[in-house]
T-cell receptor
Framework: GAVVSQHPSWVICKSGTSVKIECRSL??????MFWYRQFPKQSLMLMAT?????????EQGVEKDKFLINHASLTLSTLTVTSAHPEDSSFYIC?????????????FGPGTRLTVT | KNQVEQSPQSLIILEGKNCTLQ??????????LRWYKQDTGRGPVSLTI?????NTKSNGRYTATLDADTKQSSLHITASQLSDSASYIC?????????FGAGTRLTVKP
């Protein structure tokens, strides 16, 4: 099956700093990628939809200036958490859509645990 | 109100036993329904995906059913193993829009 990777798998940063998370589709070209946030014992919450070559579409309540998304190529999307605060600590998961699948299957990355101290 | 409701919220069973997880949805129009398994600290992994015309799909010891008329789906796990301990998430798609259930946390005990 298709593989989506994320890097890093976990990161600890200090308040006020920025951290970048990478999401890569390893064996298919993903025109669309998605970024989710998941708090403990809760389900995934969609943050934004990342489209290659265009601006990301953010869900209501998600600050686009705080969560910068760049979909620079068909296999890479990045999420940068700017001026991180402890409340940004969460599990961030990306997914990539394979446009060659009729059912538009999405493949999830393994997630990135962000802890802001 | 969430458009995808899962029950139970959590479940504890003994190894070797069977169990059934439920998913009710109100998402419309309906495109497909997926069940994912998410281990703690990991991303979700697809178990099954069903479109409107399918009413059952199996993947090893996992069998999903879909009743599009009543908008209900179930995931049946046979002969549970310790490695089945995870959260199981039901996701219903309306074309490009995916709606996530809150998940059922399954714990399999020896």
């Amino acid at each position: 099956g298709a593989v989506v990777s994320q890097h890093p798998s976990w990161v600890i940063c200090k308040s006020g700093t920025s951290v970048k998370i990478e999401c890569r589709s390893l064996d298919f070209q993903a025109t669309t990628m998605f970024w989710y946030r998941q708090f403990p014992k809760q389900s995934l919450m969609l943050m934004a939809t990342s489209n290659e070559g265009s601006k990301a579409t953010y869900e209501q309540g998600v600050e686009k200036d705080k969560f910068l998304i760049n979909h620079a190529s068909l296999t890479l999307s990045t999420l940068t958490v700017t001026s991180a605060h402890p409340e940004d600590s969460s599990f961030y998961i990306c997914s990539a859509r394979d446009p060659n699948r009729v059912t538009y299957e999405q493949y999830f990355g393994p997630g990135t645990r962000l802890t802001v101290t | 109100k969430n458009q995808v409701e899962q029950s139970p919220q959590s479940l504890i069973i003994l190894e070797g036993k069977n169990c059934t997880l439920q998913c009710n949805y109100t998402v419309s129009p309906f495109s497909n329904l997926r069940w994912y398994k998410q281990d703690t600290g990991r991303g979700p992994v697809s178990l099954t995906i069903m479109t409107f015309s399918e009413n059952t799909k199996s993947n090893g010891r996992y069998t999903a059913t879909l009743d599009a008329d009543t908008k209900q789906s179930s995931l049946h796990i046979t002969a549970s193993q310790l490695s089945d301990s995870a959260s199981y998430i039901c996701v219903v798609s309306a074309f490009n829009d995916m709606r996530f259930g809150a998940g059922t946390r399954l714990t399999v005990k020896p």
